[in-house]
């Protein structure tokens, strides 16, 4: 068995279907890098999801199931992830997305022969139930001002050493951060010195259709207004040209979605 050890982190909340989460799963458990463990935390859940996932991880010993004993939110659920992992290397991993099987060899080996790098994520190929339906795109090199426009590197393909989430101690779990708990701590981490690097290949397919549309609220973009403007300050990229970038997610709130989704789709094709 490989030497390193991954500790993959998922959080689930009311997780929409059985045949999801199985596809999900196995595309974890059936990496062809092996060691590994993957912590799935329930938080808070009043469906069958984590019933489901038990039945489907319960011939792999690799899998470890917590709970949160209320709803707490994602910050909250990865950091209780991060509390009881083991592993040197951090990775990511969504209930509805699905990781290509040489997800993890690929980004291990990556950051083992390139050791100014200490987080790697990917393009992300874009999928809902009639199949892939677009390409996200992302700096290969990440710069500082790369995340004027959006998170750098795309929060459901990461893949760390573990001293990058040590350096900021993990996902601040504030209310102000909520829904780009993400956001904020990778900017965060690359202010503190954290290498970034994207993978031009998409290493992990991931699910972007209607039901994703509606956990998306109005009121959020205040959340990332304020994290842009307090990670932009942290990385020195705070200035009067910059202001623009800090309220441009309550413009694009006032924009119908089906202009902003005719765009994302254009630009994603």
């Known amino acids: ?29 059936n990496q062809t890098y092996k060691n590994f463990e993957l912590i ?5 859940s009043t469906n ?6 038990k039945e489907i991880c319960k011939n792999d010993n690799r899998v470890k199931f917590i709970e949160n004993e209320t709803n707490k939110g994602l910050a909250y659920t ?6 009881v992992s083991t592993g040197e290397y951090i990775a990511r991993m969504d209930d509805d997305d699905i990781s290509h099987l040489d997800r993890f060899e690929k980004q291990i080996n990556f950051l083992k022969n390139n050791k100014e790098y200490k987080l790697t994520g ?6 809902d139930d009639n199949g892939i339906w677009g390409l996200r795109k992302y700096k290969e090199y990440v710069k500082k001002e790369d995340f004027l426009y959006r ?18 101690n993990g996902y601040r779990d504030l209310k102000k951060t909520y829904r780009v ?3 904020d701590c990778f900017m965060r981490m690359f202010a503190r010195g954290i290498k970034m690097y994207n993978f031009q290949e998409p290493l992990l397919d ?11 609220k109005y009121r959020y973009r205040f959340n990332e207004m304020w994290v842009r403007y307090h990670g932009f300050k942290e990385l020195g990229i705070l200035n009067i040209k910059n202001y623009i970038y800090v309220l441009k997610p309550l413009v694009a709130g006032i924009l119908p979605q089906k202009v902003i989704k005719f765009f994302q789709r254009t630009k994603e094709k």
């Not at 799935?40 to 808070?44: A, K, V």
């Not at 990865?78 to 509390?83: D, W």
């Not at 991931?206 to 998306?216: G, L, Q």
Request: glycine fraction near 2%; aromatic fraction near 10%; charge should be negative.
């Open 78 to 83: 990865l950091n209780h992830c991060l509390e």
């Open 122 to 127: 990917s393009v992300m190929n874009l999928f």
């Open 48 to 53: 069958d999801c984590i019933k489901w996932a």
């Open 151 to 168: 998170v750098a590197v795309p929060h459901p393909t990461i893949f760390a050493k573990r001293e990058a989430y040590d350096i900021v």
């Open 206 to 216: 991931y699910r972007e259709d209607s039901f994703c549309a509606k956990k998306k």
């Open 1 to 29: 068995m490989e030497k390193d050890k991954i500790s993959v982190i998922m959080g689930m909340y009311n997780a929409r279907s059985k045949e999801v989460i199985k596809k999900s799963l196995e595309s974890i458990l």
């Open 181 to 183: 708990e993400d956001y």
């Open 40 to 44: 799935i935390c329930d938080d808070g």
